[in-house]
Every structure is written in C-alpha cells, then in structure tokens.
C-alpha cells in the first residue's frame, strides 16, 4: 500500500464517519421537529376555546359596565334631584322656622324675667345672663366671693 492509498483510505473512513455524525443530527432535528408539530397543534387546540371563553367574558363585563353606567347615570339624576329638593326646602320653610324659633326664644326670656319679678326678687339683683349657643344654655361666668 502506497501513501496514496493510506491517505484515499482515511479520507473515506473521515467522510463515513463525517455522513453518519450529519444522518444521527438529521434524525434528532427530525424528532424534535415532530415535537414541536405535536406541541403546536395541542397549544392550538386548547387556545381556541380558551380564546372564545375569554371574548364570551369580555363581552360580559362590557355588557356589566353598560349596566353599571346606567345606574351611575340614575344615581346621578336622583342626587340633581335631591339637592334641588333639599334647597327647595330650606328655602320655603328656612325662613318661617327661624322666625318662630325667635319668637318662642322671646316669648321665654320675657316669661323668665316676668316670673322673677313677681316672685319679689328685685332685692336680688336681676337674673343672670346666659348665652345661647345652638339651643344650648351656657351658665355666666363665676363671681369670686371676696374674702375678709
């Protein structure tokens, strides 16, 4: 055997080897090719209905907010309603109740110094002040006794 043949023998076993390390790569490229064909159609088959479940919910909720702006809608118009009642009230029957509310305020401090006077206590001195604070009475301030 020349060195030719040597070199011809090596290159063809190189070449062998080279076409089955390319068929084994070829045939795992394939595999995981199928792989992934199987894995795409099963994704697709469960997306679809998932996609149709999720527009059905979105419909929905639209559905639920066209609902919900509705009644805000109402809301809204009641409350114009009630304020304009409120205020419509507070005027017609604002001004009378504060008129009658100081006649009777009147009509006690007079009773109250009337009664004082007919009890016979001018001697006394006259009643003590009191301040009114939202139909509260607040006593007077304290006199200090002197001592001594």
């Given at each position: 055997m020349t060195g030719g043949e040597v070199a011809g023998i090596l290159v063809a076993v190189f070449w062998a080897i080279l076409v089955s390390f390319l068929a084994v790569v070829l045939v795992?490229?394939?595999?995981?090719?199928?792989?992934?064909?199987?894995?795409?159609?099963?994704?697709?088959e469960q997306?679809?209905?998932?996609?149709?479940?999720?527009?059905?919910?979105v419909r929905s909720a639209q559905t639920q907010l066209d609902?919900?702006?509705?009644?805000?809608?109402?809301?809204?118009?009641?409350?114009?309603?009630?304020?304009?009642?409120?205020t419509t009230v507070a005027s017609t029957f604002g001004g009378p109740l504060v008129k009658v509310a100081a006649f009777g305020?009147?009509?006690?401090q007079a009773m109250g110094r009337?009664?004082?006077?007919?009890?016979?206590?001018?001697?006394?001195?006259?009643?003590p002040r009191r301040t009114v604070v939202v139909g509260r009475t607040l006593p007077s301030a304290r006199r200090r006794k002197k001592k001594g």
């Open positions: 795992r490229l394939a595999q995981t090719l199928k792989a992934t064909t199987r894995l795409v159609a099963d994704v697709t997306a679809v209905p998932l996609l149709s479940d999720a527009s059905a919910t609902r919900v702006d509705a009644i805000a809608t109402d809301v809204q118009e009641v409350t114009s309603n009630a304020s304009a009642l409120s305020y009147g009509v006690r009337r009664g004082a006077l007919a009890e016979g206590n001018e001697a006394a001195g006259p009643a």
